[in-house]
Protein backbone atom coordinates (compact mmCIF):
# COMPACT_ATOMS: atom_id res chain seq x y z
CA UNK A 1 0.00 0.00 0.00
CA UNK A 2 1.15 3.48 -0.37
CA UNK A 3 0.24 4.63 2.59
CA UNK A 4 -1.61 7.87 3.66
CA UNK A 5 -1.66 10.44 0.27
CA UNK A 6 -1.61 13.91 0.84
CA UNK A 7 -1.48 16.80 -1.32
CA UNK A 8 -0.14 19.30 -2.16
CA UNK A 9 3.37 19.18 -0.25
CA UNK A 10 3.78 22.96 -0.11
CA UNK A 11 1.14 25.82 -0.25
CA UNK A 12 2.02 29.20 -0.49
CA UNK A 13 -0.91 31.38 -0.84
CA UNK A 14 -1.72 35.50 0.16
CA UNK A 15 -4.40 35.97 3.06
CA UNK A 16 -8.12 36.03 2.43
CA UNK A 17 -7.34 33.13 -0.14
CA UNK A 18 -9.14 29.30 -0.06
CA UNK A 19 -7.00 26.76 0.79
CA UNK A 20 -8.19 23.25 0.44
CA UNK A 21 -5.74 20.28 1.21
CA UNK A 22 -6.41 16.64 0.16
CA UNK A 23 -6.31 13.10 1.91
CA UNK A 24 -6.56 9.77 0.74
CA UNK A 25 -6.25 6.99 3.70
CA UNK A 26 -4.86 3.56 3.62
CA UNK A 27 -7.18 1.39 1.62
CA UNK A 28 -9.34 -0.50 4.45
CA UNK A 29 -9.03 2.01 7.25
CA UNK A 30 -11.57 3.42 8.85
CA UNK A 31 -10.52 6.38 10.89
CA UNK A 32 -9.35 9.19 9.32
CA UNK A 33 -7.64 11.98 11.59
CA UNK A 34 -6.71 16.08 10.49
CA UNK A 35 -3.51 17.29 12.88
CA UNK A 36 -2.06 20.43 12.59
CA UNK A 37 1.61 20.53 13.43
CA UNK A 38 3.29 24.25 14.64
CA UNK A 39 6.71 25.03 16.99
CA UNK A 40 4.41 27.06 19.38
CA UNK A 41 1.71 24.44 19.81
CA UNK A 42 2.84 21.01 18.35
CA UNK A 43 0.32 18.56 17.05
CA UNK A 44 -2.80 19.07 17.46
CA UNK A 45 -5.77 17.07 16.35
CA UNK A 46 -8.30 19.11 14.43
CA UNK A 47 -11.01 16.60 13.48
CA UNK A 48 -11.90 13.05 13.09
CA UNK A 49 -13.95 10.54 10.74
CA UNK A 50 -15.23 7.10 11.30
CA UNK A 51 -16.42 5.79 8.56
CA UNK A 52 -16.74 8.55 6.53
CA UNK A 53 -18.63 10.93 9.30
CA UNK A 54 -17.12 13.01 11.46
CA UNK A 55 -17.10 12.23 14.92
CA UNK A 56 -15.57 15.25 17.12
CA UNK A 57 -14.63 18.61 15.77
CA UNK A 58 -14.04 20.10 18.73
CA UNK A 59 -10.56 20.95 17.51
CA UNK A 60 -11.15 22.75 14.34
CA UNK A 61 -10.46 26.32 15.37
CA UNK A 62 -12.71 28.88 13.67
CA UNK A 63 -15.92 28.38 11.33
CA UNK A 64 -13.50 29.56 8.72
CA UNK A 65 -11.99 25.80 8.91
CA UNK A 66 -14.17 22.33 7.43
CA UNK A 67 -13.30 19.27 6.44
CA UNK A 68 -15.37 16.64 4.10
CA UNK A 69 -15.21 13.01 3.68
CA UNK A 70 -17.25 12.44 0.78
CA UNK A 71 -16.14 8.21 0.75
CA UNK A 72 -13.48 6.26 2.37
CA UNK A 73 -10.92 6.73 0.33
CA UNK A 74 -10.93 10.84 0.08
CA UNK A 75 -11.34 13.68 2.84
CA UNK A 76 -10.65 17.23 2.60
CA UNK A 77 -9.69 20.10 4.57
CA UNK A 78 -10.72 23.40 3.88
CA UNK A 79 -10.04 27.21 5.15
CA UNK A 80 -11.72 30.06 3.67
CA UNK A 81 -10.59 32.59 4.00
CA UNK A 82 -6.79 31.63 5.29
CA UNK A 83 -4.89 33.98 7.81
CA UNK A 84 -1.20 34.20 8.39
CA UNK A 85 -1.89 32.42 11.43
CA UNK A 86 -2.81 29.49 9.91
CA UNK A 87 0.23 29.04 8.61
CA UNK A 88 1.52 25.31 9.74
CA UNK A 89 2.20 21.52 9.06
CA UNK A 90 -1.17 20.01 8.35
CA UNK A 91 -1.31 16.11 8.37
CA UNK A 92 -3.70 13.53 7.85
CA UNK A 93 -3.15 10.23 9.09
CA UNK A 94 -5.60 6.74 9.47
CA UNK A 95 -5.67 3.65 11.01
CA UNK A 96 -8.27 0.72 11.45
CA UNK A 97 -11.21 -0.17 14.07
CA UNK A 98 -9.55 -1.68 16.90
CA UNK A 99 -7.98 -0.45 20.88
CA UNK A 100 -4.57 -1.31 19.18
CA UNK A 101 -4.65 -0.38 15.75
CA UNK A 102 -1.10 1.55 14.89
CA UNK A 103 -1.96 4.87 14.04
CA UNK A 104 -0.26 5.80 10.33
CA UNK A 105 0.48 9.76 8.96
CA UNK A 106 0.57 11.26 5.49
CA UNK A 107 4.03 13.34 4.64
CA UNK A 108 1.83 16.64 5.86
CA UNK A 109 1.29 19.60 3.48
CA UNK A 110 3.17 22.58 4.73
CA UNK A 111 1.14 25.68 4.76
CA UNK A 112 2.37 29.50 4.06
CA UNK A 113 -0.26 31.99 4.05
CA UNK A 114 1.35 35.59 3.48
CA UNK B 1 -7.97 15.41 29.68
CA UNK B 2 -5.22 14.14 28.82
CA UNK B 3 -2.16 15.36 29.47
CA UNK B 4 1.78 14.31 28.16
CA UNK B 5 4.79 15.62 28.98
CA UNK B 6 8.02 14.64 26.96
CA UNK B 7 11.00 15.53 29.11
CA UNK B 8 14.13 16.91 27.66
CA UNK B 9 12.79 19.00 24.57
CA UNK B 10 16.44 17.68 23.43
CA UNK B 11 19.30 14.95 23.93
CA UNK B 12 22.69 15.01 22.65
CA UNK B 13 24.38 11.60 23.04
CA UNK B 14 27.71 10.15 21.37
CA UNK B 15 27.30 7.19 19.15
CA UNK B 16 27.06 3.89 20.32
CA UNK B 17 25.49 4.95 23.60
CA UNK B 18 22.56 3.50 25.16
CA UNK B 19 19.65 5.87 25.65
CA UNK B 20 16.28 6.31 27.47
CA UNK B 21 13.28 8.87 26.32
CA UNK B 22 10.68 9.66 29.07
CA UNK B 23 6.79 10.17 28.18
CA UNK B 24 4.75 10.98 30.83
CA UNK B 25 0.91 11.18 31.17
CA UNK B 26 -1.93 12.45 33.62
CA UNK B 27 -4.49 9.95 32.80
CA UNK B 28 -3.81 6.30 33.46
CA UNK B 29 -6.77 5.20 31.87
CA UNK B 30 -5.50 4.15 28.91
CA UNK B 31 -5.58 1.15 26.64
CA UNK B 32 -2.26 1.55 24.75
CA UNK B 33 0.55 4.13 24.39
CA UNK B 34 2.74 4.70 21.04
CA UNK B 35 6.19 5.98 20.30
CA UNK B 36 6.63 7.84 17.08
CA UNK B 37 9.25 9.11 15.17
CA UNK B 38 9.51 12.31 13.22
CA UNK B 39 12.22 13.43 10.84
CA UNK B 40 12.63 16.86 9.70
CA UNK B 41 9.91 17.51 7.22
CA UNK B 42 8.24 14.13 6.97
CA UNK B 43 5.22 12.71 8.89
CA UNK B 44 5.17 10.75 12.05
CA UNK B 45 6.27 7.04 11.89
CA UNK B 46 4.10 5.02 14.55
CA UNK B 47 7.35 2.62 15.96
CA UNK B 48 5.88 1.25 19.07
CA UNK B 49 2.41 0.53 20.62
CA UNK B 50 2.46 -1.26 23.52
CA UNK B 51 -0.61 -1.79 24.74
CA UNK B 52 -2.22 -1.48 28.70
CA UNK B 53 -1.47 -4.80 29.54
CA UNK B 54 1.68 -5.20 28.25
CA UNK B 55 4.76 -3.92 30.30
CA UNK B 56 7.10 -3.95 27.66
CA UNK B 57 7.29 -3.76 23.40
CA UNK B 58 10.65 -4.29 21.39
CA UNK B 59 11.75 -3.89 17.92
CA UNK B 60 15.04 -4.66 16.96
CA UNK B 61 16.88 -1.73 18.98
CA UNK B 62 14.41 -0.04 20.53
CA UNK B 63 12.23 -1.38 23.85
CA UNK B 64 9.17 0.42 25.27
CA UNK B 65 7.96 0.28 28.82
CA UNK B 66 5.09 1.41 30.07
CA UNK B 67 3.86 1.86 33.29
CA UNK B 68 -0.21 2.66 34.17
CA UNK B 69 0.40 3.43 37.56
CA UNK B 70 2.89 5.71 38.07
CA UNK B 71 2.03 7.50 34.42
CA UNK B 72 5.26 6.77 32.81
CA UNK B 73 6.53 5.18 29.42
CA UNK B 74 9.93 4.89 28.30
CA UNK B 75 11.26 4.60 25.45
CA UNK B 76 15.29 2.48 25.44
CA UNK B 77 17.21 2.99 22.43
CA UNK B 78 20.56 0.69 22.01
CA UNK B 79 23.59 0.96 20.54
CA UNK B 80 22.73 4.63 18.80
CA UNK B 81 23.41 5.20 15.70
CA UNK B 82 23.55 8.72 13.51
CA UNK B 83 20.37 7.41 11.60
CA UNK B 84 18.39 7.31 14.87
CA UNK B 85 19.07 10.87 14.82
CA UNK B 86 15.47 12.57 14.84
CA UNK B 87 12.20 13.70 16.78
CA UNK B 88 10.67 11.39 19.75
CA UNK B 89 7.14 11.40 20.34
CA UNK B 90 4.46 9.54 22.57
CA UNK B 91 0.99 9.60 22.73
CA UNK B 92 -1.92 8.16 24.85
CA UNK B 93 -5.54 8.14 23.73
CA UNK B 94 -7.90 10.30 25.88
CA UNK B 95 -10.33 7.82 27.53
CA UNK B 96 -13.39 7.33 26.25
CA UNK B 97 -12.55 8.23 22.64
CA UNK B 98 -10.26 7.60 19.88
CA UNK B 99 -8.32 10.91 20.52
CA UNK B 100 -4.55 10.44 20.90
CA UNK B 101 -3.03 13.69 22.79
CA UNK B 102 0.74 14.05 21.80
CA UNK B 103 4.05 15.37 23.50
CA UNK B 104 5.97 18.20 22.43
CA UNK B 105 8.59 15.71 21.59
CA UNK B 106 12.09 14.63 22.13
CA UNK B 107 14.84 16.06 19.69
CA UNK B 108 17.61 13.69 19.47
CA UNK B 109 20.74 13.80 18.15
CA UNK B 110 23.47 11.24 17.88
CA UNK B 111 27.10 12.29 17.19
CA UNK B 112 28.97 10.68 15.16
Known amino acids: DAGVIQSPRHEVTEMGQEVTLRCKPI?????LFWYRQTMMRGLELLIY????????DSGMPEDRFSAKMPNASFSTLKIQPSEPRDSAVYFC????????????FGSGTQLSVL | KQEVTQIPAALSVPEGENLVLNCSFT??????LQWFRQDPGKGLTSLLL?????REQTSGRLNASLDKSSGRSTLYIAASQPGDSATYLC???????????FGTGTRLTIIP
Open chain 1, 93 to 104: ASRKTGANEKLF
Open chain 1, 27 to 31: SGHDY
Open chain 2, 27 to 32: DSAIYN
Open chain 2, 50 to 54: IQSSQ
Open chain 1, 49 to 56: FNNNVPID
Open chain 2, 91 to 101: AAPNFGNEKLT
